[in-house]
């Protein structure tokens, strides 16, 4: 089963993708639909895509989604002249490639309706609290990704400075919604801290377990996360819009999103040329839609990833040289079973 999964990892495209018709999931929160004067008061107003978990099935419902990341076989978005991989193939998945990609992802909403559901019994009228486990849960993937790509680097099997660049960006914004959630009063309880905590160290193993098998069914996990986090805050943003339009915004929010170095605010947003989101903040609803934002750009970043190579700093884009370049062609792989099968046919990697 793991040589399969890892055979077949990101092969899905990056241009169509498809949600499951799923009770849980599309009952539990109002329909998502960005608004672009509440997304960046300060950006251009062209409308946004809509965030939602893919799944492929036999019997496919297709959202269009903006293009915003590159792809293997398009130009840059931010620059047209640039080509990708020259040697880019063909990524449309085969019959296995698709039955492995269905139950990835059907044991991705099994547990993430799971999840919800027991947040659901803890945390129905308690928003605060269950903003701080949820956040306390949310940053974990990103520690667990670099874990496994800092192995894969002292093996010689691996080397892309982006994805470590951007995985530490989205852990670092991660932090900082935390960081919050912690001085609006979400941890107060000793059981709100004893849960999260608990999730987190149980989460942060099953997601190196499943990372090192199947590095795009883990990206996708993530992403029905994410969009839970972004599903969770638009509902909360609508009910209580009015009520925090009223209260002031907490000092470390203001110091995130309007300090001055916003170099890895920038980074984790993949999907945007850096400087062109600088948010507003002037008071705690501010806050939260600029939160919300943050796990839309999570999603998407994570369903980039979801092909193999996809990924790039989004300030990789002006530069001349290439992540590409630091090691060799042969010394890339995906999951553990095929960095094996590659470590021992291959010569190690030889840097420039």
């Known amino acids: 089963m793991a040589a399969i999964l890892s ?5 899905t495209s990056p241009l169509k993708f ?3 018709k799923h009770p849980s ?3 539990h929160s109002p329909q998502l639909q960005f608004h672009p004067l509440r997304y ?3 950006s251009s107003r062209s409308p946004l895509p809509r965030v939602r978990a893919t799944v492929l099935k036999d019997e496919e419902e297709e959202v269009i989604i903006q293009e915003s990341f590159p792809s293997k076989t398009s130009s840059f978005p931010f620059d047209a002249a640039k080509e990708t991989n020259a040697d880019s193939v063909n990524t449309t998945p085969g019959a296995v490639e698709k039955w ?3 139950v990835e992802q059907s ?6 309706d799971s999840v919800i559901k027991i947040l659901d019994a803890f945390y129905h009228d308690r928003n605060y609290a269950r903003f701080f486990v949820l956040e306390t849960i949310a940053r974990v993937p990103y520690f ?6 800092h192995m894969y680097e002292s093996f010689g099997w691996w080397r892309r400075a982006d994805y470590l660049k951007v995985h530490f960006a989205e852990s670092w914004n991660e932090m900082h919604h935390l960081l919050i959630m912690e001085e609006l009063g979400g941890n107060a309880w ?4 004893f849960l999260s905590q608990h999730v987190a160290v149980f989460y942060y193993i099953m997601t190196v377990i499943m990372y090192a098998i199947s590095p795009r069914m883990a990206y996708h996990f993530s992403e029905c996360v994410e969009n839970h986090a972004f599903e969770t805050y638009d509902k909360f943003i609508k009910a209580q819009g009015e009520e925090l339009k009223k209260m002031p915004a907490p000092e470390v929010a203001v110091n995130y999103y309007t300090g001055g170095d916003l170099y890895l605010f920038d980074e984790f947003q993949t999907s945007r040329i850096p400087n062109t989101r600088r948010p507003k903040i002037e008071n705690l609803y501010d806050v939260f839609v600029n939160i919300r934002d943050d796990e839309a750009e999570h999603c998407k970043t994570m369903k980039a990833c979801q092909t193999h190579g996809n990924l790039r700093s989004p300030h990789s884009y002006t530069e001349d040289d290439d992540d590409i370049a630091v090691c060799d062609p042969e010394a890339d792989c995906v999951g553990i079973v095929d960095c094996i099968k590659k470590s021992v046919s291959s010569n190690p990697t030889k840097l420039k």
């Open 7 to 11: 055979s077949a990892v990101f092969a």
């Open 18 to 20: 498809t949600i499951p």
């Open 25 to 27: 999931l599309s009952s």
């Open 40 to 42: 960046n008061p300060l």
């Open 100 to 102: 492995a990609i269905k």
């Open 107 to 112: 044991i991705n909403i099994f547990l993430t």
């Open 144 to 149: 667990a990704f670099m874990s496994i790509l």
């Open 190 to 193: 000793w059981f709100d801290r």
